[in-house]
């Protein structure tokens, strides 16, 4: 603007003048700003869709993974089960032996070892 336009405009028609040009100058960069913002955003999306691609198929191998996993657990808690059964059959029947043999085996030893004396005292005399 040259000099003489400067000396006519009054101090309200300057203010517009400058609020004019700082709303330019803004509202340019408020769409620079929402440029960089939709670049951004689409790249975000892209980045979102591979992640979703790749992650699904790894979510399907987790359940059927995790699905053998649970088959093997329980085939586990059978095997340990009877095992435990077997435990509690083999604890009853040794108790079962203990019980049957002990008696007889005792007054077997208490007999040998009494013939035993006897029969010492005997070669004695």
């Known amino acids: 603007m040259s000099a003489a336009v400067l ?3 009054s101090a309200s028609d300057l203010a517009l003048v400058v609020v004019t040009g700082c709303s330019i100058v803004a509202v340019v960069v408020v769409l620079f700003v ?5 670049v951004v955003l689409r790249r975000v999306t892209h980045t979102l869709d591979e992640i979703n691609d790749q ?3 790894l ?3 987790l359940a059927a993974s ?3 996993a649970n088959e093997e657990l329980a085939r ?3 095997l340990v089960g009877s095992a435990e059964s077997i435990s509690a059959t083999v604890d009853a029947t040794s ?3 203990y019980r049957a043999l002990s008696a007889p085996v005792i007054k077997t030893v208490a007999m040998t070892s009494g013939a035993s004396r006897a ?3 005997l070669r004695k005399e």
């Open 7 to 9: 000396a006519e405009l």
């Open 55 to 57: 992650a699904l198929p």
């Open 95 to 97: 108790k079962l032996a």
């Open 76 to 78: 586990v808690d059978r």
């Open 59 to 61: 979510v399907d191998e």
């Open 66 to 68: 995790l699905a053998a």
């Open 119 to 121: 029969a010492k005292r």
């Open 34 to 38: 929402a440029a960089r913002l939709l």
